[in-house]
């Protein structure tokens, strides 16, 4: 729909989130845009697992998630970092709403592979409706990534880069946005301005992307063949407003080259 704009935050800066990432949503939907907040939340859920001697470990980049260890990502994603993003919002004047992804069936996933990463999915669809009535109210819905399986019986943890990729292409947003700690993809210390798809690859074949951007460049790409026409990665700290210059790495789709 016109004007959505999904907005991935990164567990690893929820708790600085910067006067300028508050006054980014606000001045965004003076300007007639839709925000719609994916948030994240592995340091902290990392952080409970350990006092809670739960033993965690990540195959290719996502948690495998037991039964146990499900319990404690719905306890941290949805009962605390949710909340906490909706009450950093309200506080900054931003009227916003937490909604998990199981929530009216807003995300509904199928198991990956039970075997090896227990109960963490892949998205298979996504209740778009939720979306466009809480916005078209002037709420920012802010959602976890946490999804229900087809029988409405089991609850699955979704990558919130992933999450947000998907809803983003699901809402025909304008634009998807992740950010993170880092300004953007690094290269020799400096900030990747822009890059096409196949440029991004090779930075993650060469080993210049690793660990958590992984993840995030493969959603950003999977959200261009969505048919999104640029995603970027940028910093909390930053802007996230054109006019203003944002700091970040656009990825945009290759251009066909038409005769
Ligand atoms: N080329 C790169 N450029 C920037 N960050 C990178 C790169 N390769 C790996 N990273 C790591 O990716 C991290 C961001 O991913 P992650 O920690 O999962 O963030 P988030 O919680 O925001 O999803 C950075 O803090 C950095 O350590
Ligand atoms: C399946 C899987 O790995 N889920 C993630 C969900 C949170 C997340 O993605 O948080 P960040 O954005 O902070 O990395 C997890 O359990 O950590």
Wanted: with cysteine; net charge negative; glycine share 10%.
């Amino acid at each position: 729909m016109d004007g959505m704009i999904v907005i991935k935050c990164g567990g690893s800066m929820i708790d600085t989130l910067s006067t300028e990432f508050f006054d980014s949503i606000k001045k965004l939907q003076s300007n007639g845009l839709k925000p719609i907040i994916v948030h994240g939340g592995g340091p902290a859920i990392n952080k409970m697992l350990e006092s809670l001697q739960i033993e965690s470990e990540f195959v290719n980049g996502l948690r495998k998630t037991t039964d146990e260890v499900m319990n404690v990502v719905e306890m941290v994603l949805s009962g605390s970092i949710t909340n906490q993003l909706v009450r950093g919002l309200q506080a900054n004047g931003i009227n916003a709403i937490g909604i998990t992804g199981s929530d009216g069936g807003l995300l509904k996933a199928k198991a990956i592979d039970k075997e090896k990463l227990g109960f963490v999915g892949d998205i298979t669809a996504v209740n778009e409706t939720i979306l466009y009535n809480l916005t078209s109210i002037g709420l920012v819905p802010v959602i976890s990534p946490i999804a229900i399986n087809n029988n409405g019986d089991e609850l699955l943890n979704i990558n919130a880069d992933t999450a947000a990729a998907a809803i983003a292409v699901a809402v025909k947003a304008s634009k998807i946005l992740f950010v993170t700690d880092v300004p953007g993809v690094l290269k020799n210390n400096e900030i990747v301005e822009t890059a096409t798809s196949k440029e991004m690859l090779s930075l993650i074949d060469d080993g210049t992307i690793s660990g958590g951007m992984i993840p995030k460049v493969k959603a950003a790409l999977h959200s261009l063949e969505g048919g999104m026409t640029e995603a970027m990665i940028v910093s909390g700290q930053s802007y996230l407003l054109d006019g203003k210059k944002i700091v970040g790495t656009t990825i945009r789709k290759e251009l066909e080259i038409v005769n």
